[in-house]
């Protein structure tokens, strides 16, 4: 019934694509597809800066209510990132310390949580990925419904499950899982491309005639 199910996951990004991406940063990869997706920059890291990477577990739920979070951590598989769709409202918190704490011991991979979050203090000090719009130290209602494994949206970005979840400090990406092979080969050319840039930074050959050709090209005649 549409708003209240659980489904299968019925495909994933493998475990090799996963640990391809963890040593590119999410602005290169997010260049490498147009920069046309993203999470929204309200959805900030609220741990201690440890990158996020693994399959998307999608979960939506009533806004300020964590029924379906409870279940999903229970049914998510180590190395999942759990990714709940709350609609942005920030008036009570879906997640908090006790679920963060159960999914470490269940070897989650972290929090996406397009909605709030509290005891901020706690997840600030671990290395626990946990990504939310915001905080409130208002708690969740358990009263449903939900749904589970469905395709999501945070603030435009789909996310279906099984999806690729990248985050950083820069923020997150969802990568489809049919296009990944593709956009990490790419991900892996532009960064070894900054490389060279930074180089040529340091040693003053940067070519920068690439400024006044595109000012050239408005009309900018000075």
Known sequence: MIGLQILERKRQISPSLVEGFRSVPVANISDCMWRMSAGGAGLRPYHDGTALAGPAFTVKVRPGDNLMIHKALHLAKPGDVIVVDGGGELSNALIGELMVTTAIKRGIAGFVINGAIRDVDAIKAGRFPVYAA????????????????????????????????????????????????????AARKKSALEKVTFKEIDDGTFDITW????????????
Do not use: C, F, Q, W
């Open 134 to 185: 915001g905080v409130t130290h208002r708690g969740p209602y358990k009263d449903g419904p939900g749904e589970i494994n469905v395709p999501i949206s945070l603030n435009g970005m789909v996310v279906n499950p099984g999806d690729l979840i990248l985050g950083d400090a820069d923020g997150l990406l969802s990568i489809p899982v049919e296009a990944a092979e593709e956009i990490l080969e």
């Open 211 to 222: 400024i006044d050709a595109a000012l050239a090209r408005l009309g900018y005649k000075g």
